[in-house]
């Protein structure tokens, strides 16, 4: 592995020196942040051969178009058009696609004003773009310091340099309105650059830095979503989910995103699963709910308002009917008929984490390798007695020890010719009474 390579995930390229001394930055499109699959490569349309989306630091980016004559790709560096000056970016899409896109964020090409793409990036953009880049970090350090001299309430979350290095983007997160005219004149008299303040929200800064979620993916802020929708615990009332806010809050600490994934088809099912405030009675008594399974529709009933170990299930359109007759006087023979009860599915974790659970396990095969070794060495004694003519009635052994091939088969308990012994025993008198085949 080449260790001069820098791979800068937030423009989502990487950054190497050649042997000549120049600086080569190429494209690496697993590391985008809102990245898009471009499923429609390959395909031409001359109306969108003009535009192209262009990427910069983590989730900005936006779509320009092609003035400048020379042909560009996917990959490319290129210098954009800016409000003051120009900047440095990524082509991360091209083609077709392009229109996919701009329908997305309900961009119409005819009336839109697309800023210019104006060529290719050269070695001194590069370079210049690179230097600029370094000097985020310390400028983001030292922003927030002055942030906090001046007693501003507000938190600096990233800091991002134009491609020319003259203008700085400053994300900040506040809870109200901060009245920061004076802290621009310390930025500039600092920092010697033009100062743009951009205020995100706690979502958004989360999509600027990145991360993984509890789920183990990559945060859906950072991945795909580009626009928020409000989100309200009614959608976790309606999952059935706890309202514990350290299991509902995400990593910016609002709620998560994905708590909107599910909802509309728990809500589908809800509307055809009635709504039970009072017993089904029944012949035999009352029946209680206990809990609902929302997806499949199924509801489990119990006698017992107090107990949980014998469930009845019953599918939301058989409650239905049930209701139905209640309301007319009339009452089911019993629930007990229907369905056998359900316990509660109940699966221990005890010694699941124990340090030394798989220990124990090779103990155990130690253990049976010296018993069938030390049964080895006995069963050899008989054998020898043989050899020397000895009667096979004179030796004497324990009772615990084990029977050897020739002289101990009255003795063991679940040999075939003892009586009481296994299914297969000769001596059962279930055995004896039977009547036998006829070969």
């Known amino acids: 592995m080449n260790e001069a390579k820098r791979y800068d995930c937030s423009r989502g390229c990487t950054v190497e020196r050649a042997e000549s001394g120049e600086v080569e930055c190429n494209y690496r499109q697993g590391c985008c942040k809102l990245e ?94 690179q230097e600029a880049i370094a000097r985020e970090h310390e400028t983001m350090i030292r922003s927030r310091q002055i942030a906090a ?30 009245d920061f005219r004076q802290l621009i004149k310390v930025f500039a008299e600092e920092f010697r650059i033009r100062i743009e303040m951009k205020q995100i929200g706690a979502r958004q800064e989360a999509g600027l830095i990145g991360g993984l979620g509890v789920c183990g993916r990559e945060l859906c802020c950072s991945n795909y979503i580009s626009s928020f929708q409000s989100i309200t615990t009614s959608a976790a009332r309606c999952q059935d989910l706890s309202l514990n806010p350290q299991k509902l809050a995400g990593q910016c600490g609002k709620l998560k995103c994905c708590l909107n994934y599910e909802t509309a088809a728990y809500m589908d099912a809800q509307s055809r699963i009635p709504k039970v405030h009072n017993p089904l009675e029944f012949q035999d008594g009352l029946a209680y709910l206990m809990k609902t399974d929302i997806l499949r529709e199924i509801m489990y009933f119990s006698y017992d308002p107090q107990s949980l170990a014998n469930l009845y299930p019953l599918y939301a359109e058989d409650v239905w009917d049930i209701i139905r007759m209640n309301r007319n006087g009339e009452k089911p023979e019993s629930l007990k008929s229907d369905a056998e ?99």
């Open 36 to 129: 898009v699959y471009d499923w429609l490569s390959g395909v031409n349309q001359e109306q969108f051969k003009e535009f192209f989306e262009v990427r910069f630091k983590n989730t900005r980016k936006g779509i320009y178009r092609n003035t400048s004559g020379q042909s560009v790709k996917t990959g490319d560096l290129v210098i954009v058009e800016a409000a003051n000056g120009h900047d440095l970016g990524i082509v991360t899409l091209e083609g077709p696609i392009v229109g996919r896109q701009m329908k997305c964020k309900r961009i119409n090409p005819e009336t839109f004003e697309f800023k210019r793409i104006y060529r290719k990036a050269k070695l001194f953009d590069i370079e210049r773009w």
């Open 149 to 178: 001299e001046l007693g501003l309430e507000m938190k600096i979350g990233d800091v991002e340099f134009q491609g020319d290095g003259t203008k700085a983007i400053f994300y900040y997160i506040a809870d109200g309105r901060v």
């Open 341 to 439: 009860p359900i316990a509660p599915e109940f699966v221990t974790a005890v010694g699941d984490d124990a340090i030394n659970r798989f220990d124990e396990a090779r103990k155990r095969k130690k253990k049976k390798k010296t018993r069938s070794g030390n049964g080895g060495q006995k069963k050899a004694q008989p054998a020898q007695a043989e050899a020397s003519g000895e009667p096979k009635q004179a030796e004497q052994k324990p009772a615990g020890n084990k029977p050897s091939e020739n002289g101990g088969e009255k003795k063991h308990h679940g040999h075939r010719n003892h009586k009481g012994g296994n299914r297969n025993g000769g001596g059962n008198r279930r055995n004896e009474q039977r009547p036998k085949k006829e070969e």
